[in-house]
Nanobody
Framework: VQLQAYGGGLVQAGASLRLSCSVS????????MGWFRQAPGKERAFVAA????????YLTDSVKGRFTISRDNAENTVTLQMNDLKPEDTAVYYC?????????????????WGQGTLVTVSS
């Protein structure tokens, strides 16, 4: 499985951004796809995940009501729509693929990682 994340940028607080993760490989439909973020000086943290086969969604509390995650079977992409962005959302965002067995918010349960894309939210 190969992952390519894109869509980051510099925005003001309250703005929206859409991150996309292009997925390739012949078994990705078996996986749970996740978005994680890592702010300067902090550990990588879970943001959102979606089980590819069922569409089951998981979100961390701090983004509920603002972020949505979805997958497009035709385009083989996973999208993180981020609305009402806040300065504390500033981080490098990573997409990842992991087995559906295991805790969805633990980085250790994700096997494949894309390169990060930087999101900067100014106040």
């Amino acid at each position: 499985v190969q992952l390519q994340a894109y869509g980051g940028g510099l925005v003001q607080a309250g703005a929206s951004l859409r991150l996309s993760c292009s997925v390739s490989g012949n078994t990705f439909s078996r996986y749970r796809m996740g978005w994680f973020r890592q702010a300067p000086g902090k550990e990588r943290a879970f943001v959102a995940a979606i089980r590819w086969s069922t569409g089951t969604v998981y979100l961390t509390d701090s983004v509920k009501g603002r972020f949505t995650i979805s997958r497009d079977n035709a385009e083989n992409t996973v999208t993180l729509q981020m609305n009402d962005l806040k300065p504390e959302d500033t981080a490098v965002y990573y997409c990842a693929a992991g087995n559906v067995i295991g805790t969805y918010y633990l980085t250790g349960n994700y096997v494949y990682w894309g390169q990060g894309t930087l999101v900067t939210v100014s106040s």
